[in-house]
């Protein structure tokens, strides 16, 4: 019952954010703001991630094919399979999920508890329009390009940690990467990507924007967010693949 | 004027509101006092449209805020500004940031016209040098007076104020009280002040409504207050065995003030009965 009640409320917050903007300037500065914040805040994790994603999953891959029959450059194609169809968009966006999600949650659960969502309401501004439409924007801009960053990270770190540790040579994997390469990969990933990135978004926001109480439902509703999501991106992970590939 | 006509607010069985009639007056502070869970946060949420009343009318220069549309309560809403008990303040802006951020979304003017307005308000609550600060600089009384500042920067004819001196010392009290009531005459606002304080009552509180138990139990103003015969609101107001030994040279005085201030000793070296009067 609480679970269709929640989903209730989310939808209803969902609803409430589109509105006419009391001030387009405003709205457009708050945007860019959280496209700095989610983006920019959050390259250098991405950026430490996705590197040694693709340097461990070529030690890794080499080390479980053993067989002499396989060309070593197999190593640079499933490295950037996996980077491009997995990886990628499930992996950075379960990190973002931790970094962003806790982020816009304990913003909002601060904002809520110290009244400064009801002075915008006094304002006669829709707070959800304003607060919550920017951050969901934001992330859905952003967060793709942030894979897209992570593929390409992922895949040199791959060939980077394939060559230094003497696995392969750097002309068998640019040989491997070429091979049999299918861009619909790169559809299913970028679907994937708007997809948690509206999750990563809308939930933690949802959990802010509804705390009630003091520092602790903050922090728990932080937790909350950051946990919902990461499951919500798991579930949405196995549908999309069920449906998609 | 705000007028309210039998306000009921209920959360889930529990009734906290049960029917108030009340009117605000422009011009005036009008203070709603009572213990804690009296009802008085409520009451006041209701009447700014952050709770929706179960029943009643909540009317606004004759307005229902309560039935208005979207687009009417948002056009209502631009002419109330609010203090708030913890002052929220925006905390990424600046304090020049936070007074600005309504001209910023409600006017089409420069830069510098809004900052000339900004400036004056600053000035008008006494607060100067503070424009680059962040409210994490400041301290408490010069965030309520920032709070003021942003609530009259688009000269509200409504102005709300929770708690104004929770947290202040008595000095700091003292002088948001007078400029809460020196903005209220100026500029002829419909000030509502939720308060405990009795030193705000005493000095502010041209309008009183005692709340007890979600209802309306006394209704005054701050010379009547004192010669009250209101059981409940005397045992609010008296809370204390020091309060109770004040209460009589504090009706010294405000028959002193009743009786055109004249001189507290010429009062005292009387031969008349003032403290029954």
């Not at chain 1, 609480?2 to 917050?13: A, C, I, P, S, V």
């Not at chain 1, 991405?46 to 999953?57: D, E, L």
């Not at chain 1, 922090?219 to 069920?242: F, H, N, P, Q």
């Given at each position: 019952?609480?679970?269709?009640?929640?989903?209730?409320?989310?939808?209803?917050?969902?609803?409430?954010?589109?509105?006419?903007?009391?001030?387009?300037?405003?709205?457009?500065?708050?945007?860019?703001?959280?496209?700095?914040?989610?983006?920019?805040?959050?390259?250098?994790?991405?950026?430490?991630?996705?590197?040694?994603?693709?340097?461990?999953?070529?030690?890794?891959?080499?080390?479980?094919?053993?067989?002499?029959?396989?060309?070593?450059?197999?190593?640079?194609?499933?490295?950037?399979?996996?980077?491009?169809?997995?990886?990628?968009?499930?992996?950075?966006?379960?990190?973002?999920?931790?970094?962003?999600?806790?982020?816009?949650?304990?913003?909002?659960?601060?904002?809520?508890?110290?009244?400064?969502?009801?002075?915008?309401?006094?304002?006669?501004?829709?707070?959800?329009?304003?607060?919550?439409?920017?951050?969901?924007?934001?992330?859905?801009?952003?967060?793709?390009?942030?894979?897209?960053?992570?593929?390409?990270?992922?895949?040199?770190?791959?060939?980077?940690?394939?060559?230094?540790?003497?696995?392969?040579?750097?002309?068998?994997?640019?040989?491997?990467?070429?091979?049999?390469?299918?861009?619909?990969?790169?559809?299913?990933?970028?679907?994937?990507?708007?997809?948690?990135?509206?999750?990563?978004?809308?939930?933690?926001?949802?959990?802010?924007?509804?705390?009630?109480?003091?520092?602790?439902?903050?922090?728990?509703?932080?937790?909350?967010?950051?946990?919902?999501?990461?499951?919500?991106?798991?579930?949405?992970?196995?549908?999309?693949?069920?449906?998609?590939? | 004027?705000?007028?309210?006509?039998?306000?009921?607010?209920?959360?889930?069985?529990?009734?906290?509101?049960?029917?108030?009639?009340?009117?605000?007056?422009?011009?005036?502070?009008?203070?709603?006092?009572?213990?804690?869970?009296?009802?008085?946060?409520?009451?006041?949420?209701?009447?700014?449209?952050?709770?929706?009343?179960?029943?009643?009318?909540?009317?606004?220069?004759?307005?229902?805020?309560?039935?208005?549309?979207?687009?009417?309560?948002?056009?209502?809403?631009?002419?109330?500004?609010?203090?708030?008990?913890?002052?929220?303040?925006?905390?990424?802006?600046?304090?020049?940031?936070?007074?600005?951020?309504?001209?910023?979304?409600?006017?089409?003017?420069?830069?510098?016209?809004?900052?000339?307005?900004?400036?004056?308000?600053?000035?008008?609550?006494?607060?100067?040098?503070?424009?680059?600060?962040?409210?994490?600089?400041?301290?408490?009384?010069?965030?309520?007076?920032?709070?003021?500042?942003?609530?009259?920067?688009?000269?509200?004819?409504?102005?709300?104020?929770?708690?104004?001196?929770?947290?202040?010392?008595?000095q700091t009290s003292l002088v948001i009280d007078q400029l809460i009531k020196e903005l209220t005459t100026e500029y002829n606002i419909t000030t509502v002040i939720n308060t405990h304080d009795m030193n705000s009552v005493m000095e502010i509180g041209d309008n009183i409504i005692y709340m007890y138990q979600g209802e309306k139990e006394w209704e005054g103003n701050n010379k009547?207050?004192?010669?009250?015969?209101?059981?409940?609101?005397?045992?609010?107001?008296?809370?204390?065995?020091?309060?109770?030994?004040?209460?009589?040279?504090?009706?010294?005085?405000?028959?002193?003030?009743?009786?055109?201030?004249?001189?507290?000793?010429?009062?005292?070296?009387?031969?008349?009965?003032?403290?029954?009067?």
């Open positions: 019952m609480k679970l269709f009640t929640e989903t209730g409320r989310y939808l209803l917050m969902l609803k409430g954010m589109v509105s006419k903007p009391e001030n387009g300037k405003m709205y457009w500065k708050e945007f860019m703001h959280q496209c700095s914040d989610i983006g920019i805040g959050s390259l250098g994790i991405v950026v430490i991630i996705s590197f040694f994603m693709g340097a461990v999953s070529a030690v890794q891959t080499a080390y479980q094919l053993v067989s002499p029959i396989i060309p070593k450059s197999t190593i640079a194609q499933i490295v950037r399979d996996t980077v491009i169809l997995e990886f990628a968009p499930t992996l950075v966006c379960i990190v973002l999920a931790g970094v962003v999600g806790s982020k816009i949650a304990s913003e909002l659960g601060n904002m809520r508890v110290s009244e400064q969502i009801d002075a915008l309401e006094i304002m006669g501004i829709n707070s959800k329009a304003y607060l919550v439409m920017p951050k969901i924007l934001a992330a859905l801009l952003v967060i793709p390009m942030l894979v897209v960053v992570s593929a390409g990270l992922g895949i040199l770190g791959g060939r980077i940690a394939g060559t230094a540790s003497g696995i392969l040579s750097a002309t068998d994997y640019t040989k491997g990467l070429l091979q049999n390469f299918t861009p619909y990969n790169v559809f299913f990933a970028m679907a994937k990507s708007y997809t948690f990135a509206f999750f990563i978004s809308s939930i933690p926001a949802y959990y802010g924007y509804n705390v009630s109480g003091g520092a602790l439902e903050i922090g728990r509703a932080s937790t909350k967010s950051v946990v919902v999501s990461c499951v919500l991106i798991l579930m949405a992970d196995y549908v999309l693949s069920a449906l998609l590939l | 004027m705000i007028e309210v006509k039998n306000l009921k607010k209920g959360f889930g069985d529990k009734l906290v509101i049960k029917g108030v009639d009340a009117t605000m007056q422009a011009g005036k502070c009008n203070l709603i006092i009572g213990s804690s869970g009296s009802g008085k946060t409520v009451f006041m949420k209701c009447l700014v449209g952050l709770f929706e009343p179960d029943e009643g009318e909540i009317l606004y220069s004759g307005q229902d805020l309560v039935t208005m549309t979207d687009e009417q309560r948002k056009e209502t809403r631009k002419q109330i500004g609010m203090l708030f008990q913890g002052s929220a303040l925006f905390d990424s802006l600046t304090v020049e940031q936070n007074v600005m951020f309504p001209l910023d979304m409600f006017t089409k003017d420069s830069y510098q016209d809004k900052l000339k307005r900004v400036n004056e308000v600053l000035d008008r609550v006494n607060l100067k040098d503070a424009n680059k600060k962040f409210p994490a600089e400041i301290s408490g009384g010069m965030k309520k007076r920032v709070g003021i500042a942003r609530a009259i920067v688009l000269n509200p004819k409504y102005l709300f104020c929770d708690e104004p001196n929770s947290g202040l010392d008595p009547e207050i004192i010669f009250n015969k209101n059981e409940k609101l005397n045992s609010f107001i008296f809370a204390s065995e020091f309060l109770k030994d004040a209460k009589d040279m504090r009706m010294l005085e405000v028959k002193g003030k009743i009786d055109n201030d004249r001189n507290m000793d010429e009062l005292l070296n009387s031969d008349e009965d003032v403290l029954n009067p």
